[in-house]
């Protein structure tokens, strides 16, 4: 993105150049692992880049540890969690007793060109919000932790050597996943996307599902989504919120929607299965017609605070409407189930698509179509992780499409740090460039962000319209005034 220089430079004025925020390195270490002179090397488990020389990365590493020591000596119980400088930021996060993961972040640059022709370089220091960037390195941790268990788990069943070839085998895939310049807001909440229903069509779903779990009765937990959003589930909050971001960053992008074209047509005769309904599965065996089919799922790890259950992912999914069974990962899943759960479930589950869909259309045609409303908002539940944003028009990992202006997007997360400091409820109204005015709003573990377009408004006219919108679209929830 260029801009061009202002008015009144001299014809050598070229254009500004934007590089937004970039990954310089991501390490994670133990210092328990090499505490004595010449053994530094032991501590590092993982490293990226790769190709840094060895010397480079115990430097790095030994320097993170100076900087956690050195914080500790003021917080004891609450160590470091960033450090600001010139040209990057440094994150840490110790998600295991002495396991350490560091995200390096250079800061977001403007390049401009001076009077001789050199391009002068700005380090953008006050860009990048902490909280945001932290909650990705927390994240990398829960989806590492999701497919693989935790570090501990690792150094039990196979030492430093498995731990290491687990963290290399992980995180050199998802690293190139990580892009940093979309990370906002809803990074910090890592909420869910609740998928609104009237009591008949979730009864039905209810109903389904307890079927689904009598018959396949070796099923753990089910969870059920529709249109990427989550109606049902039976895992803990915290599990579920991982897999949430799985499937709907990950695993439902990567599958085409065959079931959108016909049944005649070229995708879907590609489309084993038979005609009778519209499931497949999305991991898991590709053709259920090939003897030679491979029942492999991903495995998951949950509750791994307590009972540490290792299990089988089965996604199957039809029409808009997607189901997840976990199944203790020490059954032995064979062809003849995967069958027998395709006929059990497919017919039933194309039929509840499209029931859910009509209702759906139903309600959408009874709500009406409003005209594009002047305010837009972002709202967070921390009781349920139950999440809405009208800003955001596309979220994936590589691509944050808000409907408004980067600036705004920053005080909103300024607001959401000042939230943070304090336990009492309360309001913040910035006004901001031009006519804009954004309004955060704390009260009893929700919070509700909104941005509003009005031109010459006032504060008293700015809290009726932040009334109203209360009043509208969140009518059964108690906000404080």
């Not at 996943?177 to 807001?185: E, K, N, V």
């Not at 869910?192 to 389904?208: A, E, G, R, V, W």
């Not at 085409?256 to 999305?282: K, V």
């Not at 709500?367 to 967070?380: A, N, R, T, W």
Request: charged residues 25%; negative net charge; hydrophobic residues 40%.
């Amino acid at each position: 993105m260029a801009a061009a220089a202002g008015a009144g430079a001299g014809a050598w004025a070229a254009q500004e150049k934007q590089f937004p925020p970039a990954l310089l390195s991501f390490f994670i270490y133990n210092p328990r692992f090499g505490p004595r002179e010449g053994e530094e090397e032991n501590k590092i488990l993982f490293y990226h880049p790769n190709e840094v020389e060895k010397n480079e990365k115990i430097r790095n590493v030994g320097l993170c540890e100076a900087i956690v020591q050195f914080t500790r000596t003021f917080s004891p119980s609450k160590p470091a969690k960033s450090l600001h400088t010139q040209k990057n930021r440094q994150f840490f996060n110790e998600p295991e007793e002495n396991f350490w993961m560091v995200m390096v972040v250079r800061n977001p640059i403007i390049e401009k060109q001076s009077k001789d022709g050199k391009p002068i370089v700005e380090y953008q220091e006050e860009e990048l919000l902490d909280k945001v960037y932290s909650s990705v390195l927390q994240q990398c941790y829960s989806m590492y932790k999701l497919f693989n268990g935790t570090f501990l788990k690792a150094m039990e069943d196979g030492g430093v050597k498995l731990l290491k070839e687990r963290l290399e085998k992980f995180f050199h895939r998802y690293l190139q996943t990580l892009h940093l310049q979309s990370c906002d807001l809803l990074d910090i909440f890592g909420g869910i996307s609740f998928f609104p229903l009237d009591k008949m069509t979730y009864l039905k779903i209810q109903s389904f599902i307890n079927r689904m779990e009598e018959s396949l009765n070796i099923v753990k937990y089910t969870a059920f989504l529709y249109n990427d959003q989550l109606i049902w589930s039976g895992l803990e909050q915290d599990d579920m919120r991982i897999l949430y971001k799985y499937l709907t960053t990950s695993l439902f992008p990567r599958h085409i929607e065959p079931e959108l074209a016909g049944r005649d047509s070229p995708i879907r005769a590609e489309m084993p299965g038979n005609l009778q309904h519209y499931g497949r599965f999305l991991t898991g065996p590709l053709n259920l017609n090939d003897p030679e089919a491979k029942c492999r799922f991903p495995k998951i790890f949950v509750n791994t605070d307590d009972s540490y259950e290792e299990l089988h992912l089965i996604v199957y999914k039809a029409m808009s409407a997607a189901v997840c069974f976990m199944i203790d990962a020490s059954v032995q899943l064979t062809l003849d189930f995967c069958r027998r759960l395709d006929s059990i479930v497919g017919p039933q589950l194309t039929v509840l698509a499209s029931d859910i869909c009509e209702q759906f259309n139903i309600n959408k045609r009874m709500s009406g179509s409003e005209k594009e409303p002047q305010f837009k908002f972002i709202y967070f539940n921390h009781m349920n992780l139950a999440e809405k944003s009208t800003i955001h028009m596309r979220k994936t990992p590589s691509v944050s499409l808000t409907s408004v202006h980067p600036d705004l997007m920053k005080i909103l997360g300024d607001i959401n740090s000042d939230f943070t400091r304090v336990d009492e409820d309360e309001e913040i109204i910035v006004k901001a460039m031009s006519d804009y005015w954004v309004v955060g709003k704390k009260s009893d573990q929700r919070e509700l962000y909104v941005i509003l377009n009005q031109k010459n408004a006032n504060l008293i006219e700015v809290n009726e319209e932040v009334k109203k919108l209360c009043a509208t679209q969140f009518n059964n929830i108690f906000f404080l005034d």
